[in-house]
């Protein structure tokens, strides 16, 4: 059985993470990294996205992007895919080249997209790379400071608009936005989450069950329901079949224990398992979840 989809909206934008599996580099020459943003441009215009920056290691690609359909999960599955095929044939390996399921954070659009294109922009310092950013040559940091004749992938305006009105005005400013950073020698760190979804450093209990909130907020609002009666204590029968779908997708998603889901969704430990077990059985075959009214 696959995966439930993440619930995702449209016109949202995201800070969005690939890294390789089992920590192995995603690119091995750099024909590699101008087949990927040729799949990239070409899914950018089938998936109606906006790319706002990018920024291409061996370990991990980064992305900050806009979609104004709800179908982020839909890009990236073909997205990775069509990678995957391309670097298994030309290098003559196999198996999967992705660390599962992408990384993604939901921004604010007004405050977020500035901080995160700088975080993007800088990870080749953080990487180690002794070029400036702005000379890192796969990354969208140089098209923030030249102009937009030619370019095609990058929609560099929604960061630059915040610092001026006047192109050269904000491509002086945003290079001293990366200085400032630079120089302060601070640690690298994305801007809060969109209201009600800020994360804590990976892997701590908090940011599991704060991105459990976050995906039963938008499952919630995708069906047009409350989310107190999703995780209520009440048995809605009409919404049974859609509660154990999001328990299941948290408990795979976020990455919370049966103790944690069962105090989230007021839930018996007992009752989280059995639904646990049903769904990951090899032969069940869960009804898809119609859109309540």
């Known amino acids: 059985m696959g995966r439930p989809l993440r619930a995702q909206i449209a016109g ?27 799949l990239l441009r070409n899914r950018k ?65 007004e405050e977020g997209l500035a901080e995160a294109s700088r975080y993007i922009h800088l990870q080749p310092l953080k990487a180690g790379y002794r070029e400036k950013p702005w000379r890192y040559p796969w990354s969208s940091c140089a098209a923030h400071f030249e102009g937009q004749a030619g370019e095609t992938l990058v929609d560099t305006e929604p960061v630059l608009s915040r610092f001026a009105k006047i192109r050269i005005k904000q491509s002086v400013r945003y290079l001293q936005f990366l200085k400032d950073k630079m120089k302060a020698g601070q640690e690298l760190g994305l801007p809060p989450s969109a209201p009600g979804t800020q994360s804590a450093p990976p892997g701590n209990p908090q940011e599991r069950l704060i991105q459990a909130q976050r995906l039963l ?67 069940s075959r869960p009804m898809p979840v119609k859109k309540l009214k």
């Open 12 to 38: 949202a934008c995201y800070y969005v993470r690939l890294a390789g599996n089992n920590r192995q580099d995603l690119f091995r020459a750099n024909e590699d990294r101008r087949h990927f943003l040729a």
């Open 45 to 109: 215009e089938r998936f109606e996205l906006r790319i706002y920056a990018y920024c291409l290691l061996d370990p991990a690609i980064h992305l900050l992007l806009k979609t104004e359909k709800p179908n982020l999960s839909q890009f990236m599955q073909s997205l990775s895919t069509a990678y995957t095929k391309y670097f298994n044939h030309r290098h003559g390996v196999a198996g999967h080249l992705f660390q599962g399921r992408f990384q993604s954070r939901l921004l604010e659009p």
């Open 217 to 283: 907020r938008e499952l919630a609002a995708a069906q047009g329901i409350e989310l107190s009666r999703l995780v209520g204590p009440l048995q809605w029968r009409e919404i049974a079949a859609l509660r154990r779908q999001a328990i299941h997708r948290v408990w795979k998603d976020a990455g919370l224990g049966v103790s944690e889901l069962a105090r989230l969704f007021n839930r018996s430990p007992g009752a989280i398992s059995q639904c646990l077990r049903r769904f990951e059985a090899p032969d």
